[in-house]
C-alpha cells in the first residue's frame, strides 16, 4: 500500500484531494462590486433591495392601512404639541376657567363666569377655556367683552359643534392629553366652575400634578360651594381618614361663591 492508499485508508486525504470543510485558495467568482447604503446599512449582492426608500415615499400606495398605523397616530401626536406650542407660546400670563359645557346662559353660574373672566382679562391676563358652549362660552365672551385675549382649546367630539365664537385664539385638538397639556403649560391658575366628567378630569389632573411636585404649586379655585360641597365633604372626610390623600392636600385647593376672592386668588398666581 503506497502512501496516499494509507493516507485514505485512515480517513485521511489523498494528495490533491479537498474535505468537505476545506477553503479555497480563492474566491470561485469575482465579488460583488455595487454596494446598496441605506443609512448607515451597507447591503450588496443578493441583499440589495429592489426598490428605493424615495421610490416608497413617492409611490401612490392603493391601500391607506397606513394611516391608521401606530407610527402615523405618534406623526399626528407630535404634529398638535408642535402647533399648541407654536399658537401659545407668546401668550403671556393666563387662567384656566373650566366648567361644564351644558351650563345654559340662563344660569347665575353662567354669567358669574362671564364676569369672572372679563375682570381677569381686564388686568391684561388671557382666559383660557375648553373653547365650547356653556361655561366655555361665558368665560371666552367675558374676557372678549373687554377686548382681552380669549382662548379657547377644543376637542374632537362627536357632539362638539367646534369652538365657541367668542374665541379670538382657538385650536382644535383630536387627543385630549395633548390639550390637557397645553392648558397646564400655559395657565399660571385654574378656576373651576360646576361641571361634569371632563371639568373633574381636567381639575384632578391639575391637583395631581401639583400634588406629586411634577409642576409648581398652582392655584386652583372651585366656583360653587353648594355644587361642589358634596365632593369636598368626601374628600376631606372619608378620603382623607382613609389615608388615600394627605390631610394637607385639601389645602391645594379652595372653594368659594366670591367672585372677588376667585379672581385674587387666581390673579396671585400670577408674576407681572
Keep these: 500500500m503506497n502512501a496516499d492508499e494509507r493516507r485514505a485508508d ?27 447604503h441605506r443609512g448607515p446599512v451597507i447591503m450588496r449582492g443578493p441583499m440589495v433591495p ?28 407630535q404634529a398638535e404639541f408642535v402647533d399648541g406650542f407654536g399658537a401659545l407660546a407668546e401668550l403671556g ?10 351650563t345654559p346662559r340662563s344660569d347665575p353660574m353662567y354669567h358669574a363666569a362671564c364676569r369672572v373672566a372679563r375682570r381677569i382679562a381686564g388686568e391684561g ?15 371666552n365672551f367675558g374676557a372678549s367683552q373687554v377686548g382681552g385675549k380669549s382662548v379657547g382649546l377644543g376637542i374632537e ?20 392629553f395633548v390639550r390637557k397639556t397645553m392648558f397646564v403649560k400655559y395657565s399660571s391658575a385654574a ?14 389632573e391639575l391637583l395631581t400634578l401639583v400634588q406629586t411636585h411634577k409642576i409648581a404649586r398652582t392655584p386652583v379655585v372651585f366656583f360653587g360651594t353648594s355644587y361642589w ?13 382613609s389615608g388615600c390623600i394627605s390631610p394637607l392636600d385639601p389645602e391645594l385647593f379652595v372653594v368659594t361663591d366670591d367672585e372677588d376672592r376667585a379672581v385674587r386668588i387666581a390673579l396671585g398666581g400670577i408674576e407681572r
Design 10 to 36: 485512515e480517513g485521511g486525504l489523498a494528495e490533491g484531494e479537498e474535505g468537505p470543510g476545506a477553503l479555497p485558495d480563492a474566491p470561485a467568482e469575482e465579488p460583488a462590486r455595487g454596494a446598496y
Design 50 to 77: 429592489s426598490t428605493t426608500t424615495a421610490s416608497h415615499l413617492l409611490s401612490n400606495e392603493g391601500g391607506t392601512d397606513w394611516l391608521h398605523m401606530d407610527p402615523w397616530r405618534v406623526l399626528r401626536i
Design 93 to 102: 400670563p393666563a387662567v384656566a376657567v373650566f366648567g361644564s359645557a351644558r
Design 125 to 139: 391676563v388671557a382666559v383660557i377655556t375648553g373653547g365650547g358652549p356653556g361655561i366655555m362660552e361665558a368665560a
Design 157 to 176: 367630539l362627536p357632539a362638539e359643534p367646534g369652538v365657541n365664537d367668542y374665541v379670538n385664539l382657538g385650536m382644535n385638538f383630536r387627543y385630549f
Design 191 to 204: 378656576i373651576v366652575f360646576p361641571g361634569g366628567f371632563g371639568t373633574l378630569d381636567e381639575a384632578f
Design 229 to 241: 360641597g358634596g365632593l369636598m365633604g368626601w374628600l376631606e372626610g372619608e378620603v382623607v381618614e
